[in-house]
């Protein structure tokens, strides 16, 4: 027998008073999980030149492999993952899934080679791929009350994007007081705490028809999310027109469209299509992951803007991305103020017009721009990324029936992480292009040698290493010369892939104003008239 529990919930509507002591438990425990999952996809980004000293002289592509192998794996599994927590209990593959990404994190503190760490690190993106969308359906079933609901997704929201956000404060923290191996441990006190919350305060539930497995949609699936986001992460390093990215590419749209002809056929699909061909989810999809293209995107570009621009250290450059992380919460806030207020549509557009806005105003940016500038543009961005997320996530989640919510979460939660993978790779891309080709322009004729003008061209982190050896063998004024063109190049990237997250979440308004329902009430049916 299915368990589900929604008469155990108090059925009016109303505020805090009628969350119950059980109720907040299970909210705290959820939101821990989530920023827990969210923070460890962006903590190991300051940790890498440690890493490169302690593992050996680990490569840039092993570098890479470090940060990527955990999204890339989190990203496949996601649908599959929430179609098992549908069938065999949320509160059971939340509890599997912090289990199996403590055990991982154990062995990735203790990882001694680059090859070895990267093997750990994709084990633990298999755990966050079953702890991620058990989240979202827990809180969806446990607050059946449309406000309570609209604060719980909120919370909910706030803690997917602080996790972004705070995972370099953490690991700048980490970092300045332990072994780079903290970084990883930190999780295992954390997972202990998140097991025994659920355990305590959330009730079981599940799919109440339990179809059979679709088999061959979830390979499909896995396959096909898999070869497409390594498509995305490599394409920067390899580059976009390469033959193995335009081939992988390829394949990656023949087996996914192998997977939408299958899945309009079977008997017992593992995603209903008629979910993903509504005007409703199908705008709320594209609203979310135009709003992560562009988070992931400004977090990769801002950090090092801090470190090597502004001289930070990685603690530093963390703490001063809080107004970001802080500015989420905010328009998470304002999500569910104003759901009562405006349209779902309005709401999404209105918060990704903020993010466009929030990009363009990059575009003024100097080396010497004053913080107080760059944290009003974090207050916009993060304002705007709140409010899209809250509001998308409530849609998704309220266009299917309630036997199916891990399906819809982890359809929201593959939106998030395709839009954030694709934001760094297509961002990266962007600012290499337009670095590069500064760089190359500012030392032409230069008296640098051609095999330091080559290592130049590699990144700002291998520039600012040359600029210090010239600084070493020719003085300070040398180096000087050496910095100046390689920050007005890291700028004018900046500038660049910023103007190509702006252009997004404009387009991306404009289709969600469109598209989007105008009451959250002809998205949220009662569950009998919902997708089946």
Known sequence: MPVDHPASHPAKDGGVAVIGRRRLCALITVALAVTLIVMDGSIVNVALPTLVRALGG?????????????????????????????????????????????????????????????????????????????????????????????????????????????????????????????????NVPLVAGIALGALL?????????????????????????????????????????????????????????IFVRHESRTAHPMLDLRLVGSRACASAVLAIGAAFFGLFGFVFMVTQYFQFVRGHDALEAGLRTLPFAGAIVLGALVAAWSARRCSPGASCGIGLLLMSAGFAWVVVDRIDTPYAVLVGQMLLLGTGLGIVSATATEVVMGSISSDRLGLASSLNDTARELGGTLGVAAMGSVFNAVYRADVTAAFAGSPLPAEAQSAIRQSLGVAMSVAERVGQVAGAAAESKVRGPVFDAFIAGFHASSLVAAALALVAAAAVFLAMPRHLSSVSAPREERLQ
Do not use: K
């Open 58 to 186: 680990a490569s840039n592509s092993q570098l890479q492999w470090i940060v990527d192998a955990y999204i890339l794996v989190f990203a496949t599994l996601l649908l599959t993952m929430g179609n098992a927590a549908d069938r065999f209990g949320r509160r059971r593959l939340l509890v599997l899934g912090v289990a199996v990404f403590g055990v991982t994190s154990v062995g990735a503190a203790f990882a001694g080679t680059p090859g070895a760490l990267v093997g750990w690190r994709a084990a633990m993106g298999v755990g966050a791929a079953m702890v991620f969308p058990a989240t979202l359906a827990i809180l969806t079933h446990a607050f059946p009350e449309p406000r309570l609901r609209r604060l719980a997704i909120g919370v909910w929201a706030g803690c997917s994007g602080i996790g972004v956000a705070i995972g370099p404060v953490v690991g700048g923290w980490m970092l300045r007081h332990f072994d780079w191996g903290a970084i990883f441990l930190i």
């Open 201 to 257: 305060s959330i009730d079981e539930s599940r799919e109440a028809d339990r179809a059979p497995l679709d088999v061959r949609g979830n390979l499909l699936a896995i396959t096909g999310i898999l070869v497409l986001v390594w498509s995305f992460i490599e394409a920067p390093e390899r580059g976009w027109n390469s033959a193995v990215i335009l081939g992988s590419a390829a394949g990656a749209v023949l087996l996914l469209a």
